[in-house]
């Protein structure tokens, strides 16, 4: 990315606007460590997909016996680790906290990131679309994004 944004400059060729990386409460590593400096640095947009980890940071998957809840839910299994369960525990806290859910603190963290500008998250029911509706709504204190990055931390 880093050189495709020279060579735009160096050439005046069209750059990238934005940029659609896999980020959540999850899985940050990757994007955190080599391309979130990147897209702030050059006012990239940040349009995330599986915020919400596949369901994951719903809270509806917290063990094993919750996989066959859905079609997608083997898919979960990789989360459900020792780091899953703390941001599990922290999405919860939170949640009773703001009297919200896990998915709308999950998708509130995402928004309050300086780096993100848009989070894709699906809904199957307008329960679900409610609640990532009310994400939007909800302002993290310093905090609670603290609980959640120290819950989520990668390092």
Not at 119 to 139: C, F, G
Request: hydrophobic content about 35%; aromatic content about 10%; charged content about 25%.
């Amino acid at each position: 990315m880093k050189d495709s944004i020279e060579a735009s400059n160096k050439h005046g060729y069209p750059r990238y606007q934005s940029f659609q990386p896999e980020y959540n409460l999850y899985a940050r590593q990757g994007f955190e460590k080599e391309q979130e400096a990147i897209c702030l640095e050059n006012h990239i947009g940040v349009i995330t997909y599986y915020s919400l980890a596949s369901g994951f940071l719903t809270g509806k998957y917290r063990s094993e016996a919750d996989l066959h809840k859905s079609a997608r839910g083997e898919g979960i299994r990789k989360y459900l680790d020792e780091r899953g369960y703390k941001i599990l525990s922290a999405l919860d806290e939170v949640a009773t906290q703001y009297k919200s859910t896990p998915a709308a603190v999950s998708l509130a963290w995402l928004l309050a990131r300086p780096s993100a500008t848009a989070p894709i998250a699906s809904a199957t029911s307008i329960t679900q679309l409610n609640d990532l509706v009310k994400a939007t709504e909800l302002q993290l204190s310093n905090e609670t994004i603290g609980i959640l990055d120290k819950a989520s931390a990668w390092e």
